[in-house]
């Protein structure tokens, strides 16, 4: 299954729970810059829940590489 | 006197058929043994590996006529040990394939693997038919004979090398690399969620899409196994390369379904970016042995179809 390793969010309501780290920025680009950081770092995937919210994913264990 | 003329001919007779089958033996064993654009097995240890093995094959069938001739039973029984011996191909084949595979950027998967090792198996069967039947006529009519059956079983072997091609149960059509915001798209088919707009350009620039639209419904099930798919997409990216790098899990190509109709959409970006030869690549893929199932010979559509 694949696991959510990061969270980056415009809006901190928008997030709940301690299940990974969460990067709040201000502006959009930044939310994709940090996105781009984090991705490059985390060797993970970057998804946008088109709610001004991007997660990381992990999907090495879900079959996909 | 003559007695032993004879025994002396008799003996020269199994050897000349020994020698044919043998011949026979590792011809097909080098007809079956192409290393083509996957580059598998690997030249040059590779093909000195099954070539060697081909020898022993040959060996093991041609003498096996002579043998069960003379009534020497226990000498027949080790045609077992080369069926052992064979099987441990298999899985010599399968283990270095599977350790291989950890390396590639787009990894064959173990259904492929798996026929990959099946093939080698069972060609070296074949191997041993061909130089059997060689070895069988011409021990029992003339060596002419022999050679006759030799080149007979060589083009049976022939029609054993090579099994169904994606073609064969698929139209495989291009089709275009949709980008709405951060949905991937290929022709209708939704493939995945890309979130950095970095990367959706990148998509829109250098990625390409295939549909496959299955024939029937035995290669709508073939079309959705998860090992046929990523055959095609390691095929694919040999063939055209491959535009990733470790580390960038988000350029994985990927092939999804569409579950409504059974069409399989292809997402690659690829070094080459050239459609029709992506779509030429997909209908040369080999349909997988153990990726092929016939729910259409089950008893069940069959009822289904008396009730109608």
């Known amino acids: ?65 | 006197m003559v007695a032993n003329f004879i025994n002396h001919l008799l003996q020269q007779h199994y050897t000349v058929a020994v020698i044919e089958g043998i011949i026979f033996g590792v011809l097909t064993r080098l007809q079956l043994l192409r290393t083509d654009y996957r580059q598998y097995p690997t030249y040059p240890h590779g093909k000195i590996i099954h070539i060697s093995l081909g020898v022993i094959a040959a060996g093991l069938g041609a003498i096996a006529v002579p043998a069960l001739l003379e009534k020497n039973y226990t000498a027949v029984t080790f045609l077992t040990v080369g069926a052992q011996q064979f099987r441990d191909v298999r899985n010599m084949e399968r283990e270095s394939l599977t350790r291989i595979d950890a390396m590639e950027l787009v990894p064959r998967g173990a259904t492929y693997i798996e026929g990959i090792a099946m093939v080698f198996e069972g060609r070296n069967y074949l191997v041993i038919f061909a130089a059997f039947v060689t070895s069988l006529f011409s021990i029992t009519f003339a060596w002419y004979w022999g050679i006759a059956a030799g080149i007979a079983a060589l083009c049976t072997s022939l029609v054993f090398r090579s099994g169904k091609n994606i073609v064969q149960i698929a139209e495989v059509t291009e089709a275009p690399v949709i980008v709405k915001g951060p949905d991937l798209y290929v022709g209708d088919i939704y493939i995945m969620n890309i979130g950095l707009e970095d990367t959706q350009k990148l998509v829109e620039k250098h990625g390409l899409g295939v549909i496959l639209t299955p024939r029937n419904e035995n290669s709508k099930v073939t079309l959705a196994n998860l090992g046929q798919r990523q055959a095609i997409l390691h095929d694919l990216s040999t063939v055209l390369g491959v535009y990733r790098d470790s580390g960038e899990p988000s350029l994985v190509p990927m092939a999804k379904l569409d579950l409504n109709d059974g069409r399989l959409a292809v997402f690659l970006l690829p070094q080459v970016h050239d459609s029709g030869k992506a779509v030429t690549a997909i209908k040369h893929v080999p349909v997988l042995e153990s990726a092929v199932r016939l729910p259409s010979e089950s008893a069940a559509h069959d009822t289904g179809k008396a009730g109608k």
């Open chain 1, 1 to 65: 299954m694949s696991s959510i390793i990061a969270i980056v969010t415009l809006q901190e309501n928008k997030v709940r729970g301690g299940g990974a780290p969460t990067f709040y920025v201000e502006k959009q680009e930044d939310l994709q810059h940090t996105a781009f950081t984090l991705e490059k770092i985390l060797d993970a995937t970057a998804h946008d829940l088109k709610n001004g919210v991007m997660i990381l994913v992990d999907h090495k264990n879900s079959g996909k590489h």
